[in-house]
């Protein structure tokens, strides 16, 4: 089985997806409720808090960021500056690693300080919706249901997409205010599931636009994540110098517009099998599939034994996909893979 990584990056592309909203349902479509109410709900969160829409004001953005894990925490930092969706720049660091990205058009330079990427550095990038380009689909456009919840004491709707092998996606909506209030998703963690909930508080002015100040993200109840934004200014007249291609970068499309979902054309099954009494196994792995159809990055996430690791591991550096593409061009995405192993 495979499955593509559903990050629920919702603040930015929240335009694209009620932009997909009307073109599959249309101004004269026989939309469900349910459908009419979620498009509303999107729609409305979108006008109140993208910073990044079309004719938005540029601005200076820094947040501090603290990643919780094992009893222990890391800080981190974020920084960006915004001109325009073809112009930016951000950088992102924790401990010793620092990761710098540059668009200029539709180019989009990424420079990191060392081959290891830390695992959370992506949590970072779910407060605003910033993750590397994903082929999320408009789950939320057809929704499984709609339903009042309450959150850490906040008065929300929710949109709740269909159920995966893994559990229920939601997004939940401020029933007052109709800003983003929370994402709910499940986690796999080791070889259980874990609730992940992500939640959006302290929404501030900026411009004409709502800005969340804190986002924390808690696994079945425990904090993991929280970041707050330390300031965000207007920024009426950046420097073009900072958007200039970097030196030693990787160089990759600037992607604009919606990703059009890859196929996996070549899967290769591992050649181990399970022995006594264990009828089946399944290894996880995180990895990216690259513009060249290969994956890339591959890591192991979980597995009930490391003997089936490199067999694993040797199956799917051999998986082949129809790389996913925006605008026309290849991209890369983030993905996560299940390899299957099963008694004779």
């Known amino acids: 089985m495979e499955t ?15 932009w997909l909203a009307v073109a599959l349902l249309g101004p004269g479509a026989f939309a469900s409720k349910k459908e009419t109410e979620a498009i509303a709900l999107l729609d409305r969160a979108k006008q109140l808090s993208d910073i990044r829409a079309e004719g938005t004001p540029a601005f200076r953005l820094k947040i501090n960021f603290r990643i919780i894990q094992d009893g222990s925490s890391q ?46 550095i992506t949590d970072i ?32 709707r929710c949109i709740e997409a269909s159920p995966d092998s ?109 022995a006594g009494g264990i009828r089946n196994a399944i290894v996880v792995m995180r990895g990216v599939i690259g513009t060249d159809g290969n994956l890339h990055e591959l890591k192991v996430v979980s597995s009930p034994n490391p003997e089936f690791d490199e067999s694993a591991l040797k199956a799917v550096q051999q998986w082949r996909y129809k790389p996913y593409t925006c605008d026309g061009e290849p991209v890369e995405v983030d993905t996560e893979v299940e390899v299957n192993f099963h008694r004779p």
């Open 4 to 18: 593509v990584s559903r990050k629920l990056s919702v603040i930015t592309r929240l335009g694209w997806r009620v």
């Open 75 to 120: 800080e981190g930092a974020y920084s960006e500056i915004w001109a325009s969706k073809t112009q930016w720049r951000r950088e992102t660091t924790l401990g010793d690693f620092r990761r710098i990205e540059v668009a200029s058009g539709r180019k989009l330079w990424r420079l990191d300080s060392a081959t290891a990427v830390p695992e959370h």
């Open 125 to 156: 990038l779910g407060f605003f919706g910033l993750s590397t380009p994903t082929p999320e689909m408009p789950i939320f456009l057809k929704p499984a249901g709609i339903e009042d919840q309450q959150i850490r004491g906040l008065n929300t």
């Open 166 to 274: 893994r559990g229920t996606y939601a997004l939940c909506f401020d029933k007052n205010a109709g800003t983003l209030a929370a994402e709910l998703q499940p986690l796999r963690v080791g070889m259980r599931i874990a609730a992940r909930d992500c939640v959006f508080s302290d929404y501030q002015k900026f411009g004409d636009r709502l800005v969340a100040s804190a986002y924390q993200c808690y696994e079945d109840g425990h904090l993991k994540f929280q970041a707050r934004v330390a300031a965000i200014t207007a920024e009426p007249a950046p420097d073009p110098g900072l958007f200039r291609a970097l030196d030693g970068a990787k160089e990759s499309v600037n992607c604009l517009g919606p990703v059009n979902q890859g196929t996996l054309i070549d899967r290769v099954e591992p050649r181990s099998t399970l």
